[in-house]
């Protein structure tokens, strides 16, 4: 969620001089939307144990897409209006649609803050998991030592092959 709030203040720095801040912005967009989606998913599971679930994921997502329409046309309308304004700061020129992003900014940190009520149990931690995914990883081969030996032994065949074929059309 911090992705997503520190994303939108470079929407409200960013003109003409300042087109590299969009490689910035894909990229904590895509990481952070990425986990706000996820996490919107596995909360309500968490949230919602032993009810019907998808019933109420379905309705979270049907009223966020509503609301993301509404909010679309009405920022469409206002940003259409804002943006026949401009000033200038410091040598950096700003324009009226970049108020809604620095509004958007604001109530994203407000967001943050009601977001830290929400409590749930917390299984493992990510450290944990990152750790056991790695280590899990990393043992298989030591887990399959014979699957490792035939892997190599049908490698070194095939080389040997590669090279016995290319020794004879020399010949």
């Given at each position: 969620?911090?992705?997503?709030?520190?994303k939108i203040i470079l929407w409200v720095f960013?003109?003409?001089q300042t087109v590299y801040l969009l490689y910035v912005d894909t990229l904590i967009g895509t990481i952070s939307w990425s986990a706000i989606n996820l996490c919107l998913f596995t909360t309500m599971l968490d949230l919602l144990d032993g009810v019907n679930t998808e019933s109420y994921y379905a309705l979270l997502s049907f009223a966020n897409g509503g609301a993301a329409l509404v909010g679309s046309l009405a920022g469409?309308?206002?940003?259409?209006?804002?943006?026949r304004f401009g000033w200038e700061i410091l040598g950096m020129r700003f324009y009226g649609i970049q108020i809604l992003f620095f509004v958007t900014f604001v109530l994203r940190g407000l967001s943050l803050f009601l977001l830290r009520r929400v409590k749930t149990r917390k299984e493992r931690s990510v450290a944990?998991?990152?750790?056991n995914s790695a280590a899990v990883i990393a043992n298989r081969l030591a887990a399959r030592p014979r699957e490792m030996v035939d892997i190599l032994v049908q490698l070194?065949?095939?080389r040997k092959k590669g090279r016995s074929d290319v020794d004879e059309k020399d010949d």
């Open positions: 969620m911090f992705g997503a709030f520190i960013m003109n003409e469409g309308f206002l940003a259409s209006y804002l943006n944990g998991m990152i750790f070194n065949r095939k």
